[in-house]
């Protein structure tokens, strides 16, 4: 790094922000690459790669059909997602859940053991924690850069790493010897003052910063970056809780200057030496005096208030204070149904500890949660330690129910069955997303979002109306009370308790291990190449949705119960945009199969037209695949025939996952032309054979009765993403 950065130093000759350290330092060659060049794409060779359970599945039958025969970097699976949460019942939480998923997932924890121990890659066992949490305990270091499959990775940001969420198929390339790439950042500055007080978390000051930000678009495709004294007034796992939560607004990363709170963090993790020799190099991980961005923004920690978020979007949220007039006017129902605290951006010891001293002080008054409450430690090491310290205890005293150290409700693995399918109802959460129908696949859910105090307090309530900070509560013995702030230490006095033996190293040869799959497994199927690109235009395709509103990966590919399929590709296209909302009718999963005039599923329609050797699109509006980086749309939409998704923007990954697959992700030059293009349609994209970089493509559309119109669309290929979508994908340019 100290290197690199002097070549790159001299080369820019001016100050450099500590996001250009991390970034430049790690180009291939800086020698060869215009620095200067704000919209350069760079060739960047990260530290180190990580998938989940999930992600790892698809990203390893990739690199295996690749032909590679060992990672050439870092890399670890997490077995975090996969595991189902109960949170009622005589057979609940944490014991019952891990011993189900170890039986119903016995073949996929397999085939990943075996592919990671043949591949040179670590494992996690189900139950080691989260992968962000496990990341930022072991392996996140300042000045490292490290991608994962995952889009809330730039957790690591907290401990100094830059980190960001990417496609699997962009690990398989980093993991076969190949460069990442990344657009040259554009760079937000977030200048931190002041000190939290009273019941101000660090979840509020994402969400504050989120709320007056992600409306204008600010974050989107941005790295932000902290700086200012403010930053040393909060500690490692709390600033990590904060870069975790910008990836809702887009951001590409997030990172911190490196202070005391790090190396306290490092050594107390066992990483004396890592510690040390980032002391010695401290003038490295921070930002140069003088350094610029493209924009800044202060926030004075002083004047934080806790915040609560509106249902269906972590985009908007209100003070405390203001909150529960805002549910009123809004109609949301007001009585909570499930109260859950933890998951990767809330469940370290820092978070469970200060919602432990909540759950204490009701236990004071001989109050019991009312409304079931769940619990989620981040990580092994983080259970093992509450456990010893008595959090858990105090947690339990109150009703709560301890879940196994991974994602559960966060992303839908959540076997709920206190309310109806398609019935209203509240849920509070201190996760870091809550689009509709993600935490229980029911679209009628409004899911809140808020620091994991103010759920440990608002579940001895029950009712979105109590304010933990201002109202009073009836004791056992009849007398009223009021919570005081909650507290709590960042690191344990005693040190952390690793707890049980979770992870297995790869073998140094793995050349013996072998990896099949049963040729009629329903959970992992191999995957054929698809085809290279025919080199005519695509004519008369038809539009298999055009999508109204917010279309995010939870939307496209949803996950909750479908996750049991990530391995197959035929079965996981079953899910394929069914959470999508229909423009012409405003249903979901529900399109007309303009071949045959019958209504259907979106699935059904994809692989009627399929089977009819009839291409189609999608056309869709503005940041389409927010949320996840999950690389199964485009998949999806590959395997089912797709050849082209139009849209008025896109998310960062989802665009690069779509381009991977040999598709088109296609924005309108003019947005307003979403409008003119009708679901029953045909459209037919012109001289595609001829794309080439900062180019526009023609679009012709057909009416049914006759008539034609144009529309222009544009690109962002490049040279080498070009010949993946030559090639038919981005592995097929890789075997060749």
């Known amino acids: 790094m100290a290197k690199k950065l002097k070549v790159v130093s001299s080369v820019l000759d001016r100050p450099l922000n500590l996001t250009e350290k991390l970034v430049y330092s790690h180009v291939d060659d800086p020698y060869t690459v215009d620095l200067s060049n704000k919209q350069a794409y760079l060739q960047l060779r990260p530290d180190r790669v990580a998938l989940h359970d999930a992600t790892a599945q698809m990203a390893l039958l990739q690199f295996i059909a690749s032909g590679v025969r060992r990672t050439c970097v870092p890399a670890t699976i997490h077995c975090d997602h996969l595991i189902q949460a109960t949170t009622q019942g005589e057979a609940c939480g944490a014991k019952t859940d891990l011993a189900a998923a170890l039986e119903e997932n016995e073949e ?13 890659l670590g494992y996690w066992k189900p139950g080691s924690g989260i992968i962000h949490q496990v990341l930022l305990e072991n392996y996140a270091l300042p000045g490292l850069l490290m991608i994962t499959a995952d889009s809330h990775s730039l957790h690591a940001g907290g401990l100094g790493t830059f980190a960001a969420g990417v496609g699997g198929g962009e690990v398989v390339d980093v993991m076969a010897g190949l460069p990442w790439e990344m657009q040259a950042p554009r760079v937000i500055g977030v200048k931190m003052k002041g000190r939290l007080k009273g019941w101000a978390s660090p979840k509020d000051v994402a969400l504050t910063l989120i709320n007056e930000l992600a409306d204008r678009g600010a974050w989107r495709g941005a790295v932000i970056e902290f700086f200012g004294p403010g930053t040393q007034n909060i500690s490692c796992t709390g600033m990590a809780t904060i870069c975790n939560m910008t990836a809702a607004a887009g951001a590409t990363s997030a990172v911190c200057p490196y202070n005391s709170r790090m190396y306290d963090f490092m050594a107390a993790t066992d990483r004396q030496a890592a510690a040390d020799m980032a002391e010695e190099h401290k003038a490295m991980l921070v930002a140069d005096a003088g350094a610029m961005y493209d924009e800044v923004v202060t926030v004075d920690l002083s004047h934080i208030e806790p915040r609560i978020t509106g249902a269906f979007f972590p985009h908007k949220s209100w003070p405390l204070s203001q909150f529960a007039a805002a549910a009123a006017e809004h109609g949301w129902p007001m009585d909570i149904k499930d109260a859950l605290v933890g998951g990767c951006v809330n469940g370290s010891y820092y978070d469970l500890v200060r919602s432990a001293s909540i759950a204490k002080q009701a236990s004071k008054h001989g109050l019991q949660t009312q409304v079931p409450l769940a619990v989620a430690p981040s990580s092994e090491q983080v259970r093992a330690t509450l456990a010893h310290d008595g959090a858990l205890e105090d947690l339990e005293a109150i009703g709560a129910v301890v879940l196994a150290s991974a994602c559960g409700p966060c992303i839908g693995r959540w076997e709920r069955s206190s309310v109806d399918d398609g019935e209203p109802n509240t849920i509070l959460t201190s996760y870091n997303q809550n689009s509709s129908g993600r935490n229980d696949t029911n679209h009628n859910t409004h899911s809140f979002v808020t620091s994991p105090e ?98 995010t990966t939870d939307h496209i590919s949803p996950a909750g119960p479908w996750l049991k399929y990530r391995g197959h590709l035929d079965n996981i296209s079953n899910n394929f945009l069914i959470g999508a909302v229909n423009a012409e009718s405003n249903l979901r999963n529900s399109v007309t199969n303009h071949l045959t005039k019958e209504v259907c599923s979106v699935p059904e329609a994809a692989r009627h037209y399929q089977s009819e050797g009839v291409r189609w699109v999608v056309v869709a509006q503005n940041n389409f695949g927010q949320g996840g980086s999950t690389e199964l749309g485009a998949l999806e939409a590959r395997h089912l025939g797709g050849v082209a998704v139009i849209a008025q923007s896109f998310a960062r990954i989802q665009e690069m996952n779509l381009k991977r697959q040999g598709l088109l992700p296609l924005s309108f030059v003019n947005p307003e032309d979403y409008d003119a293009i009708s679901p029953s349609d045909t459209l037919s994209i012109l001289d595609v054979g001829l794309l080439a970089p900062d180019t526009q493509l023609t679009i012709v559309g057909k009416r049914e009765n006759g008539e034609t119109y144009s529309i222009l669309v544009t690109h962002t290929f490049n040279d080498v993403q070009i010949q993946w979508f030559l090639a038919g994908s981005a592995v097929n340019a890789l075997r060749a």
Not at 108 to 120: C, E, N, Q
Not at 485 to 512: L, T, V, Y
Request: aromatic share 10%.
């Open 454 to 551: 103010i759920v440990t307090a608002m579940a001895m309530a029950g009712n979105l109306g109590f304010n933990p900070e201002a109202d009073f509560l009836m004791a056992n013995d009849g007398n009223t009370f009021q919570f005081d702030p909650p507290s709590g230490d960042d690191m344990p006095d005693k040190g952390f308790n690793k707890g049980g033996d979770m992870f297995i190293p790869p073998p140094e040869e793995g050349a013996g291990v072998q990896v099949s799959i049963l040729p009629n497994s329903t959970r992992l199927q191999e995957l054929a190449p698809f085809d290279a690109f025919h080199g005519k235009d695509i004519r008369d395709a038809r539009i298999l949705l055009k999508v109204k509103g917010e279309c």
């Open 108 to 120: 996929v924890y397999d085939f990943l053991a075996r592919a990671a121990a043949k591949l040179g």
